[in-house]
């Protein structure tokens, strides 16, 4: 939005509308106050003033692989016709000039395996756009020997997905190597993704983004705006995820395939997570002795988790140091939610924050809500058996199992409707105490369980605090 003492001025940009280039001020020439002139910079790109020249004539085709290792596409060749799916190849470059405009016919797409450059400048924007009106293009497909930097670039209308799921394919899929860690190959800045036909973006395998990545907007998609592994989520940048068919941020949740072997961050994005598999996973167990890993949640995040799903700290054994941490530390204003993904909650639906091993002193849960969870964890014989069930507890909002933490680490946190306790401390030895400053509603068993004690047997029955 461009604002002018004493009017609105609306400027159109042909990056939002296929067919056109230009962006165009509908205020008669000379109608501006000299020195007025004040460009919000919360404005998105797609509607700021550009200097390009309107797009005309056929333009320029492209299939296949670059004619020549090097190749520029130029505004001045605009528009730039994809008709058959191109190849960047390994050592190969291709660089889009700002102000430049690529179309893409049904079903066509870019590969990049070796580099694209597309770096417009604000008020120079490129845009990369559906051919067919009517037809989505398919994508743009990084792949694990790529470099790829994007700015001040507008694409949209892509995301075909043939007969696959529509949260499966994206305008915008980001691989790496799957064997190497996360790398960050592609670079966004101030780049908007509008209008897929699927998802907006996807990262996977080890196709990070870059830490320096910012201002990345996805908007009118048909599906999410963001799917991604566990383990590269945390390379969202900064942006605006709104406006899409469904405004959430899906997480793959593979268990040992994604998991989070480094320090990451699960940022607030404005928009909550969706965990659809069965297990983020927290940690590196190939072997003993691996660094460890702390998952750290922002303020104001929420979490939603798919039935049957659960965030866990892992270890390599249960009698072995966690490599795994969770630091969720929210505010009395902005607490940390982790609930049910599902459209009518149950309590049961996930399976909770579990923590294997002996408890890294890193964990810290803080001003949190822990909702619907307690369903099946498929652990047990770690604590005093229940006297409600006769059994050990298997089922809670939080399982610590194998061994004891040195200090009650959850705090000024609610747990709401599980369907089993709401903490299991399952461990042999000291009672380490949580009750105090949390609060407890909807437990079908405790609020906590008993651990084991050293050299005794279980009380009979043991202590169950209910609310």
Not at 379 to 406: E, H, L, M, T
């Amino acid at each position: 939005m461009l604002l002018r003492r004493g009017r609105l001025a609306l400027v159109v940009c042909g990056a939002v509308l296929a067919g056109a280039a230009a962006c165009t001020d509908d205020a008669p020439e000379g109608s501006e106050t000299p020195g007025t002139d004040d460009v919000d910079s919360g404005t998105p790109d797609a509607i700021r003033p550009s200097t390009c020249a309107p797009v005309t004539g056929e333009g320029t085709k492209h299939s296949g692989n670059l004619e020549t290792g090097q190749e520029t596409w130029t505004a001045a060749a605009s528009p730039h016709v994809i008709d058959f799916p191109v190849t960047i190849r390994e050592g190969e470059t291709l660089t889009i000039e700002p102000c430049a405009v690529v179309r893409i016919r049904k079903d066509m797409g870019i590969l990049v395996q070796g580099t694209l450059v597309a770096e417009g400048a604000e008020g120079s924007p490129i845009t990369i756009e559906r051919a067919d009106a009517n037809d989505p293009w398919r994508n743009i497909e990084t792949r694990e020997t790529a470099t790829v930097r994007l700015a001040h670039a507008t694409i949209e209308g892509g995301g075909a997905r043939g007969n696959n799921r529509p949260d499966s394919m994206a305008m915008l899929d980001v691989r790496g190597d799957v064997d190497l860690p996360p790398a960050g190959k592609v670079h966004l800045d101030h780049v908007t993704l509008s209008g897929s036909a699927s998802v907006g973006l996807i990262l996977r395998e080890a196709g990070a983004l870059t830490a320096t990545s910012t201002d990345l907007t996805i908007t009118g998609g048909a599906n999410a705006p963001v799917r991604s592994w566990a383990n590269l989520v945390g390379s969202i940048p900064s942006g605006r995820y709104t406006g899409n068919e469904s405004d959430e941020i899906l997480i793959d949740g593979m268990g040992s395939r994604d998991a989070i072997k480094q320090d990451m961050t699960l940022a607030n994005r404005g928009v909550p997570y969706h965990v659809l598999g069965a297990e983020v996973l927290v940690g590196d167990t190939s072997a003993e002795g691996k660094p460890k890993a702390t998952l750290t949640i922002e303020a104001g995040v929420t979490v939603r988790f798919a039935k049957g799903s659960r965030l866990a700290m892992d270890a390599y054994k249960t009698d072995k140091p966690a490599t795994g941490a969770l630091r969720a530390v929210g505010t009395e204003a902005q607490p940390i939610v982790f609930t049910s993904a599902e459209a009518t909650p149950a309590p049961g639906n996930w399976v909770g924050l579990t923590f294997k091993g002996t408890p890294d002193a890193n964990n810290r849960i803080e001003h949190a809500k822990i909702a619907y969870a307690g369903g099946d964890s498929g652990i047990s014989s770690y604590d005093c058996p229940n006297p409600d069930k006769a059994s050990f507890s298997n089922y809670g909002a939080i399982i610590v199992y194998g061994g004891r933490p040195a200090s009650a680490f959850v705090t000024h946190t609610s747990f709401e409707q599980s369907a089993g306790d709401g903490i299991v401390r399952g461990w042999t030895g000291e009672v380490v105490d949580f009750l105090p400053t949390n609060s407890f509603a909807g437990m079908a068993l405790c609020n906590q369980s008993y651990p084991k004690p050293v050299s005794t047997t279980c009380p009979n029955p043991p202590p169950c605090p209910k609310n």
